[in-house]
């Protein structure tokens, strides 16, 4: 074949050469299928002949893509961290890469205009091909504007159910049902909550598996057992005191934090108090952050499978640009694992099985 | 001024029409100037009378950026977190945004062609107008092709003594020297180590500190005492299991561990041996993470101010980016600051005073 030294070999000379159609060679390249042996290697033969190089900047200009996402979520403040959200932003880096993507990061904007004009101007620039979006609240502008654009777009989290867009979710409230059913297989009846305002719409979703629990156990929920605040040590600290310096037939004698940071806070103030925290009060988390095998006790918690979700958004996200023709407006919801330990047991946890790196 | 609907009001219009000169409107709209309220007003009149909106597609169309900054290190495995690169990306993202940047995430390849491939890439494409890295180690490859591409970027942390390039680094050394005379001055003689492998370029930074903190007490250096590995908490409980059974004449009284994960591994195995931490044996780690304060007893770490630190990166590269002429390849190194806890003086730490937030 008569090449142009100027010209880079594209994929269809490629597949001309090894004689099997262009979509063969881009799956093989792309290690997307196993071909018989004698196959492969015709394929790679002719990309060696050809000294055929995909390059990035072609494929965008070819199929009119900047091979890059958006990815927008409320960043944590000074001196906080969000091991969650960290490790999402980790895994969706990676994610992308291996399929040839970029993540473009930005933070959700405080002022609506200034966030809308971002988003306006990221699309009609083309600067990138899809957004992912965390942090999701209800009447979550991002979604609408993405909507009404009707531009590729998936969420980490659900919003108003009238909304109907592709979104990935772990199943708050079946974590939370895990955890009651946890505590009253123990004994325990005076279940309290240390949660979010009513306005948070991952409280909400956390609170309906509470509440089913509670429910299927036959206990009515006692107002005075549900503390909102922010989802910080410090309010969890404080509402415990709260709880534990109710009359004696009032105290509740579990206390389940609807994240690990709150539930870190309520184990402090519950020590500070003379509680045995697991013998005496027992005490949840929600997140399995790292920190949660370190407490002591260790604490029980709800373990995210955020690594898998990170992988799965981007993954979908690069489905709906390769396939805009399927539209699949639908939230994929993940079970998460109770993980049991101490805080919520009293039982002496050996040292932590499920994650082997930490220990041996 | 005769108007074309059509065409955007330039800033230089803006000046012509308020009777200042170009650099004067563009620091006045980006906040960098203050000048008399008759002035401003002037500006901003005729910002409002051309209807100029400051529009960064314009922007880098005039300009040839792309207004997007590329950073790129080693990402976590799953289920482990990295505190210090998480918040540094989370301050980053902020630090970009407020100056009308983009953050372009994607990660340390372990292949260096593929690696030399991207960054070729993303120069040559003009996607990024500069690099930030961070994960920096010895003969790091990706600092050696931009030096030779002579195009522009900043590091987070120091690579070979030769390589003259723009970075930012916490000074571990000196992070180490307090820990070090903390000790010292409490009366520790018998000093453990435990820290990375030879090639770790932050392990050799922060072992010049504390061998120089050793020099100062005239303690000989023991061989013995200085356990290298892998910086995660099983490799410090392992080593600190090694350390305590040795014969008692030979055995360490402090255990200084070079990073939060390996202290907590090595808290663990002490208090497995029976060991009251912080009284029988002083245990301290290094990067304060949210995690330093939570353990019991609470971790006695050197804090990296890190937040500050992405904001100077980005800072720094955009200044990079304004003034081309102006070369500036020297380390700006930041000294970190030791917190003192019950896990190096036995003493029972009050509620954390030092991060407000987190107890009232």
């Known amino acids: 074949m008569a090449m142009n030294p100027q010209k880079r070999a594209t994929l269809k000379e490629v597949a001309r050469l090894a004689g099997v159609s262009y979509q063969t060679v881009s799956k093989v390249l792309n290690g997307q299928v196993q071909l018989p042996e004698v196959t492969e290697a015709r394929i790679w033969e002719a990309v060696r002949a050809l000294n055929y190089t995909p390059n990035h900047t072609a494929r965008s200009l ?22 969650i959200l960290d490790e999402l932003l980790q895994s969706m880096v990676q994610a992308a890469e291996q399929q040839g993507y970029y993540l473009l990061c930005f933070p959700n904007l405080p002022d609506p205009n200034r966030q809308r004009e971002a988003y306006r101007e990221l699309i009609d620039s083309g600067r990138v091909d899809g957004f ?8 979550d502008p991002r979604i609408l504007y993405l909507m009404e654009r009707r531009f590729p777009f998936v969420a980490f989290g659900r919003s108003n ?4 867009f592709p979104s990935i979710d772990i199943d708050g409230g079946m974590g939370m049902l895990k955890v009651v059913r946890h505590l009253v297989e123990r004994g325990h009846r005076r279940i309290a909550a240390l949660t979010w305002p009513p306005e948070s719409r991952v409280g909400a979703n956390r609170i309906s598996g509470f509440l089913q629990g509670l429910i299927e156990a036959d206990i009515p929920p006692v107002p005075e057992w549900m503390e909102r605040g922010e989802g910080v040590p410090s309010f969890g600290y404080q509402a415990t005191l709260r ?16 994240n690990d ?15 045995r925290v697991g013998s005496d ?3 949840t988390g929600f997140d399995d952050t790292p920190i949660a095998r370190y407490t002591l006790p260790p604490l029980t918690s709800v373990r995210q499978p955020i690594w898998e979700v990170g992988e799965r958004l981007v ?4 489905a709906l640009l390769d396939h805009p023709e399927i539209s699949s407006p639908y939230c994929e919801l993940i079970e998460p694992e109770l993980i049991i330990r101490a805080s919520s047991t009293g039982e002496e946890t050996p040292l932590d099985q499920d994650h082997p790196y930490l220990y041996p």
């Open 62 to 83: 070819r199929s009119r893509r900047s091979h890059t996402i958006a990815y927008c979520w409320a960043p944590t403040a000074t001196g906080q961290a969000n091991p």
């Open 161 to 164: 159910p009238e909304y109907q």
């Open 261 to 275: 940071a709150m539930a870190l806070g309520a184990v402090r103030a519950a020590q500070q108090l003379g509680y």
């Open 132 to 139: 992912i979006l965390s942090s999701v609240e209800y009447e």
């Open 243 to 258: 709880l534990l310096k109710l009359p004696e037939a009032m105290r509740p004698t579990a206390i389940v934090a609807f």
């Open 315 to 318: 993954n979908r996200l690069i």
């Open 281 to 283: 009060i027992a005490v």
